[in-house]
T-cell receptor
Framework: AQRVTQPEKLLSVFKGAPVELKCNYS??????LFWYVQYSRQRLQLLLR??SRESIKGFTADLNKGETSFHLKKPFAQEEDSAMYYC????????????FGAGTRLAVHP | GAVVSQHPSRVICKSGTSVKIECRSL??????MFWYRQFPKQSLMLMAT?????????EQGVEKDKFLINHASLTLSTLTVTSAHPEDSSFYIC??????????????FGSGTRLTVV
């Protein structure tokens, strides 16, 4: 079965601390993974996609097929990073629907 | 970048009435539109996938007759909640493959519609 697991509902850190938001997936095919972010009162927006191997706003995420993980990391958290973060898996075949994890709320305190 | 415009942002309706939610892709053609439902403090649950020119594909457990989806053109998809009841109150979000429909470049989301059925 296709599944995305984000084990932490809330991650609370102080400004300047490292951040790691965990994401594990279950999928028998070749995964396409994304991280989406939802700031307060804003729409969901793409943060990262594994295919591009880029760093956005200091965040990086590496796909580890052996561990079926796609953890999101940032070495020094900023207060403006406070938001809801969703890991998502694109399932191929048909119309490439997205399956979302439950989401992790990141709270960065001053 | 690709933008999906979703309207209305909020709607309150009486129980038993129908509500239509529109999603338009701006500056790009969306042959596919995904419709999600999000309950408070929960994740997005895919309800259905609409495709221009063909019938929508519904996820297991989603009532086709209650949630009518129409993909009238390459830039417009609508979700109609028919005979709405209080349990249909939720946040509905549409999404299209972003950046000229290329899935690998992510998905573009509408701003969502908060439906309250009284």
């Amino acid at each position: 079965a296709q599944r995305v697991t984000q084990p932490e509902k809330l991650l609370s850190v102080f400004k300047g601390a490292p951040v790691e938001l965990k994401c594990n997936y279950s999928y028998s095919g070749s995964p396409e993974l994304f991280w989406y972010v939802q700031y307060s009162r804003q729409r969901l927006q793409l943060l990262l996609r594994h295919i591009s191997r880029e760093s956005i706003k200091g965040f990086t995420a590496d796909l580890n097929k052996g561990e079926t993980s796609f953890h999101l990391k940032k070495p020094f958290a900023q207060e403006e990073d406070s938001a809801m973060y969703y890991c998502a898996l694109s399932v191929s075949g048909g119309y490439n629907k997205l399956i979302f994890g439950a989401g992790t709320r990141l709270a960065v305190h001053p | 970048g690709a933008v999906v415009s979703q309207h209305p942002s909020r709607v309150i309706c009486k129980s038993g009435t129908s509500v239509k939610i529109e999603c338009r892709s701006l500056d790009f053609q969306a042959t596919t539109m995904f419709w999600y439902r999000q309950f408070p403090k929960q994740s997005l649950m895919l309800m259905a996938t609409s495709n221009e020119g063909s019938k929508a594909t519904y996820e297991q457990g989603v009532e086709k007759d209650k949630f009518l989806i129409n993909h009238a053109s390459l830039t417009l998809s609508t979700l109609t909640v028919t005979s709405a009841h209080p349990e249909d109150s939720s946040f509905y979000i549409c999404s299209a493959p972003g950046d000229r429909g290329r899935v690998a470049y992510g998905y573009t989301f509408g701003s969502g519609t908060r439906l309250t059925v009284v």
